[in-house]
């Protein structure tokens, strides 16, 4: 099956999965509210814990469905993940307590991944020389869906309920899981036999460290501020139609993402993932400052686009470089630790912004992220584990 008809198929599932999931983020804290949460420094920590509830399972469940993969496929995982996220999604939308919605954002991480088991997928197909290119613009699906889910997912808000939206975003899992069924065609490759399997899991973590703890400091530095960004907009924004207005807010980020996703993946080919990390961790650390001093939703929406130029393009980097330097026998499960150090980031970021949001004020919580981002581009600028010239896959496993 040719790369680029799979990169067309994963980059329409992704858009589904990312614009279904997308749809409850500019409402939830409102959401929480009708739960009966009513105090603003409550809500604001609740959010962070009921946004971060997924991340939690999901950090121990991904390297565990990445071993997976790699004995049995990688489509059988993207639809254990679309259809289980389906369910209980919707579910969501039936809860009654936070606490409820709290116990189901913690189950539906066991079956979270899709995203990344589709970096994976398409990894395996991919031609090294194209890997920057063919998930930047895999990227760029999800962060479509992510721009036009707020979207939606605000309007829908204002004008029918937010337990409808749940329901919605069930079914967008249940058409990406459909579509991953018909049109991907994985060719299964014979497995080959590892031996010491627990000697090459620790030796795999090894020469990947550096790129883990570089992935859980980006996420922690993308997420801890999004949970709460509708909070800020709110403290900005006094018209009508607040529930669009964080929509458009959220989404705009995701607007340049479809420029700079793909643009840096193809330059990450050309000049090496290690200089294209450092220029946009650099450059999205400088674009939280005019958020942090925005006086008006304007400014807001105009910093949230600047920063979109950037962000785009870390994640696809950081997965082309555990696709250069994991074996291929174990490409899976390196995604899949990959994806768990992700979560881990996703999970400790928007508790870290919740929090500093309910002790000293939202705005800080830009300026503390923007030094998170900067000391990540130090570290990989001198870290000399993130240079791609030479070919590192194998390196430190004892496999045959």
């Known amino acids: ?53 997924t991340f939690i399972t999901s950090v121990f469940f991904q390297p565990i469905w990445g071993r997976f993969a790699d004995k049995h496929g990688r489509k059988i995982m993207l639809l254990r ?8 999604t919707a579910l969501m939308g039936t809860v009654g307590t936070v606490w409820q919605l709290l116990f189901l ?55 029918y309920s937010f ?10 899992l249940f058409l990406a899981s459909i579509i991953v069924m018909i049109f991907v ?29 570089a992935t859980i400091v980006t996420q922690i530095g993308m997420m801890s501020i999004e949970p709460i960004v509708t909070i800020y907009a709110k403290t900005l924004y006094t018209g009508d139609y607040l529930a669009m207005t964080a929509g458009l807010v959220v989404a705009a980020s995701g607007i340049a993402n479809l420029i700079g996703a793909p643009a840096l993946g193809k330059l990450g080919d050309r000049i090496g993932q290690r200089k294209v990390l450092i220029f946009a961790l650099g450059a999205a650390s400088c674009m939280y400052i005019p ?15 600047l920063l979109g130029l950037f962000i785009g393009g870390m994640i696809p980097a950081l997965n ?29 970021g928007p508790l870290i912004g919740s929090g500093i949001a309910a002790t000293y004020g939202i705005k800080n919580v830009f300026f503390v992220t923007a030094a998170i981002l900067l000391a990540n581009m130090l570290m990989i600028y001198f870290n000399k584990n993130f240079d791609t010239g030479a070919d590192h896959k194998g390196e430190g496993f004892d496999y045959q």
């Open 185 to 213: 065609h994985e060719d299964q490759r014979p497995n080959v036999k590892i031996e010491n399997p627990e000697k090459a899991g620790l030796s795999l973590l090894k020469p990947l460290f550096p790129i883990f703890f």
């Open 320 to 348: 082309v470089l555990v696709k250069k330097k994991a074996p291929e026998e174990l490409q899976a499960t390196a995604f899949g630790f990959n994806s768990s150090a992700m979560f881990l980031g996703g999970f400790i």
């Open 105 to 159: 954002r913690l189950f539906n991480g066991v079956f979270a991944g899709f995203i990344s088991m589709s970096a994976s997928l398409q990894a395996s197909v991919t031609p090294t020389k194209h890997s920057g290119q063919a998930l930047g613009t895999l990227q760029s699906g999800a962060i479509a869906g992510s721009l036009v889910g707020p979207l939606i997912g605000g309007a829908m808000a204002e004008i």
């Open 1 to 53: 099956m040719s790369w680029k008809r799979t990169l067309t198929i994963l980059w329409i599932s992704n858009f589904c999965v990312t614009s279904g999931m997308s749809l409850v983020i500019p409402f939830l804290p409102l959401y929480i509210e009708t739960l009966g949460i009513h105090r603003l420094e409550n809500i604001e920590l609740w959010t962070g814990w009921v946004f971060s509830a």
């Open 163 to 172: 337990r409808l939206v749940f329901f919605i975003t069930g079914f967008m």
């Open 81 to 88: 993940a679309g259809l289980g996220m389906g369910i209980v």
């Open 291 to 305: 958020q942090a001093l925005a006086n008006s939703i304007s400014l807001l929406l105009i910093g949230r686009f």
